[in-house]
């Protein structure tokens, strides 16, 4: 496995529509997957979409947040290929994102609080699944990746959008979400 060098702010292909992935399974896909997983954890990512390591297809990771796991003591990933949203609701729910292509900055986001999604696993078996909370906010920005799309365009307010540091001591409760 290997560390992947990621694409960061202004890279062209942050900003294009990914290929859709058209035969599974596939060796190539695989090792994908598996070198984003080693990128992703390596910077402590909780998500990661293929045009981030300079790859434009529809290959997402997310992990599985802790309350969702089966097992307390291991990290669960999750890799989709050709996702879909097929259904959104109400309420949209403003949050903090981050993102390793837009390094040291955090934004406070707008996103559907609940999603069904559908997908392929690596080996083309289909994936359906209803999500809420952090997990319905990461796949969200995922996929918004393979889409060309950043968090920063979808900012609940445009002066909620700094580094890191700044928003933490300045945006006294960051859980205040105004
Ligand atoms: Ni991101």
Redesign the pocket.
């Known amino acids: 496995m290997s560390i992947l060098k990621i694409a960061k702010l202004g890279h062209p292909v942050l900003q294009k529509k990914a290929s859709l992935v058209d035969k599974l399974p596939d060796p190539n896909i695989k090792k994908l997957i598996q070198d984003m997983t080693e990128t992703m954890l390596e910077y402590n990512g909780i998500?990661l979409?293929a045009p981030?390591v300079h790859v434009s297809k529809q290959v997402m990771i997310l992990r599985i947040p802790d309350e969702e796991k089966k097992d307390n003591n291991s990290i669960e990933i999750m890799a989709l290929i050709n996702p879909k949203i097929l259904k959104t609701f109400e309420p949209i729910e403003n949050d903090w994102e981050g993102?390793?292509?837009?390094p040291h900055m955090l934004g406070l986001v707008k996103r559907f609080s609940r999603i069904i999604y559908e997908g392929l696993d690596m080996n083309g078996n289909a994936i359906k699944k209803e999500a809420t909370g952090i997990h319905a906010r990461i796949f969200q920005?995922?996929f918004d990746?393979l889409n060309g799309i950043?968090?920063i365009y979808r900012l609940a307010n445009n002066k909620a959008f700094g580094f890191e540091n700044e928003i933490k001591k300045y945006w006294k409760d960051i859980n205040e979400k105004e």
């Open positions: 998500g979409a981030q993102c390793l292509s837009i920005h995922e990746h950043l968090y």
